[in-house]
């Protein structure tokens, strides 16, 4: 993909806190546009947007929170859908698009790209048919609209990859219904953001539709195969002639990344083929897609960037408040995230964090993580002597008790990356958002890579202490916090 930039213009994006709309917001800023992101939460971009890009508040069920967001635009990228809102999920959507085609038509916006799912017919999901709809309801105004229909995406982080990856590192013996054999066509993420680009430099022309996949024709099952050769794991696939899509959603929930009503839904949709029957995009948008051995290599050697660059929330249903995830699998790796809101500034929020491990200590039960380095010496490992070389301001690379500090941002990003013996691989990390009309919000978030089942093992073995422990540590930081903010003692 051509990474030079081009000339200035003034680009909206929609969905810059989602997966693919994220990445697109990263090539967007490297093409040296004039971009401007809407979001529902603008806190949630904090720290992730170029210094020159423009974050606007703007809900896309409130017709009036638009008018800014399209003023003086030319381009807008329309990434939003609502697969895992629950029921009604349908009309949202549809209300959604008809806000957002009034207003771009008031606003006198040249061109829409929009990322729908390719599939054919009339028997359509729910999902699919939506899909569809927003489409043609985007293009209902008279603003040209660029329709991009897309199957799978092959990407550390997106859906589907993490529903195939889960399975195969998880079970040696697959149980399989039908629809792991229903042909689909593909696309790389590196390949997507390439089509989209190219999509929003297209002169405009009505209501456009584009179909977009790799070179291969393919299914799930294939893919799990594929998925399975590379990593060099031996897996049986056993078909059975029914499981329902619950029964498969309920299925898919105890073993891989989704929770049942995302997992329904994305069933529902698999079950229809998915694969390119309009040629020509390709040639039209000048982008030549890699097959899928390709795809899931590069998805494979980007994961630890992916860890790098996205946050584990960018994977979750987005919601209004903060959530708190424990114990939740995301793909090979486990997440225990947890939130605590408190009415002081990011900064005054932060001032725990910054100071945590070495004298300091972690905030809650001391010795037990005393403990923890004195076994991780018994195993060879560094322990907790390390301490700390600065009380009070960390740098990346800095060794801390145990941990490494991996990415530092003041008053609003530590992450420390574990260097004691551990099956698998481990972060912890706090970060601090301002929450809309004062105070802040802490997000403490711990990572484990397990390395087979014996990683697993040692994570499901540790986690009830994780609750004490992660827990109180939060609840530590936050008296530190109002203490310290207050001039009095924490204790």
Not at 255 to 260: D, G, I, S
Not at 396 to 425: I, K, N, Q, S, T
Request: hydrophobic residues 45%; glycine residues 10%.
């Amino acid at each position: 993909m051509n990474q030079e930039p081009t000339s200035p213009t003034s680009v909206l994006l929609t969905g810059a806190t989602g997966y693919v709309g994220g990445r697109l917001m990263r090539r967007l800023e490297l093409r040296g546009v004039r971009l401007r992101c809407l979001a529902r939460r603008p806190e949630a971009l904090a720290g992730k947007v170029a210094p020159e890009t423009e974050v606007v508040a703007g809900d896309l069920l409130e017709p009036a929170s638009l008018d800014e967001a399209l003023e003086g635009v030319d381009l807008a990228f329309y990434l939003v859908h609502s697969m895992g809102a629950g029921e009604g999920f349908e009309a949202r959507d549809a209300e959604a698009a008809r806000n957002f085609a009034q207003a771009a038509a008031d606003e006198g916006v040249r061109h829409l790209v929009y990322l729908g799912g390719l599939a054919h017919g009339d028997d359509l999901s729910d999902h699919l048919r939506s899909r569809h709809e927003v489409g043609q309801l985007l293009a209902s105004t008279g603003v040209p609209v660029t329709e991009l229909r897309a199957s799978i995406v092959l990407g550390s982080g997106s859906l589907s990859f993490e529903m195939v990856r889960a399975l195969v590192e998880r079970l040696p013996v697959m149980i399989c219904p039908r629809w792991v054999d229903v042909e689909a066509q593909p696309i790389a993420i590196e390949d997507l953001l390439a089509c989209l680009l190219a999509a929003g430099e297209l002169e405009p022309a009505g209501h456009r539709v584009l179909e977009v996949g790799g070179v291969d024709r393919t299914s799930y099952g294939e893919l799990m195969r594929e998925y399975a050769r590379q990593r060099g794991l031996r897996r049986w696939m056993i078909r059975v002639p029914v499981l329902t899509p619950h029964l498969s959603s309920l299925w898919l929930g105890l073993v891989t990344p989704l929770y049942a009503r995302v997992g329904r839904a994305l069933i529902q949709s698999i079950r229809h083929p998915s694969v390119v029957r309009e040629p020509g995009a390709e040639e039209l948008l000048g982008v030549a897609c890699r097959g899928v051995r390709a795809g899931i290599a590069a998805a494979l050697v980007r994961e630890d960037q992916e860890l790098e660059e996205t946050r584990w929330s960018d994977s979750l249903s987005s919601g209004t408040q903060p959530r708190t995830w424990a114990g939740v699998r995301f793909g090979n790796r486990l997440v225990d995230s947890r939130t605590l809101e408190l009415d002081l500034e990011p900064a005054e929020a932060f001032a725990p964090i910054r100071r945590i491990g070495g004298e300091t200590g972690w905030y809650a039960f001391d010795r037990l993580w005393r403990l923890r380095g004195f076994f991780d010496l018994l195993v060879g490992g560094v322990g907790v002597r390390r301490g700390r070389r600065d009380p009070e301001h960390p740098a990346v690379g800095d060794a801390l008790d145990f941990w490494r500090v991996e990415a530092y941002e003041p008053d609003r990003l530590l992450r420390l990356a574990a260097e004691m013996r551990l099956p698998g691989r481990a972060w912890l990390e706090f970060e601090v958002e301002p929450r809309e009309g004062g105070g802040s919000t802490i997000r403490q978030t711990a990572v484990f890579d397990p390395i087979g089942l014996s990683g697993l093992a040692y994570w499901y073995a540790v986690f009830p202490l994780h609750g004490f422990v992660f827990r109180g540590m939060l609840a530590g930081i936050g008296r530190a916090a109002r203490a310290s903010a207050s001039g009095t003692s924490a204790d």
